[in-house]
């Protein structure tokens, strides 16, 4: 299931920035889960991180979204997806140094008589 946020809440701030799926934004007057982005932490974290944070323990599960593990974990790499920028691959770096002449090493003068 997706989380969602109670009326209980302070707007204390502390949930909103841990959130790894940024499901979490401010409402009109409490903060709000999109609960097409909350994930439980799957994929993320072994325990729902604004769960644990919150002072006043209001972010109870939502029976309006009932979601197995595996939906939910189907929900965290579509996000994932969703997330990679286009042209995003890297290509292998070229190497364009090594232009400089091998340096001679120091060779002693023949002594001439
Ligand atoms: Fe975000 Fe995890 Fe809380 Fe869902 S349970 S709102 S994914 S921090
Ligand atoms: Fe509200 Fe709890 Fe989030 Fe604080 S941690 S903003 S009280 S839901």
């Not at 993320?44 to 919150?54: G, I, K, N, T």
Request: some cysteine; aromatic content about 4%; charged content about 20%.
């Amino acid at each position: 299931m997706a989380l969602w946020i109670t009326d209980e809440c302070i707007n204390c701030d502390v949930c909103e920035p841990e959130c790894p799926n940024q499901a979490i934004s401010m409402g009109e007057e409490i903060y709000e889960i999109d609960a097409q982005r909350c994930t439980e932490c799957v994929g993320h974290f072994s325990e729902p991180q604004c769960v644990q944070l919150c002072p006043v323990s209001c972010i109870p599960v939502n029976p309006a979204y009932v979601e197995t593990q595996e939906q939910l974990r189907a929900k965290y790499h579509r996000l994932q997806r969703a997330a990679v920028p286009l042209g995003a691959e890297a290509g292998p770096a070229s190497d364009a140094a090594a232009d400089a002449a091998p340096v001679p090493a120091a060779s002693s003068l023949p002594a001439s008589a």
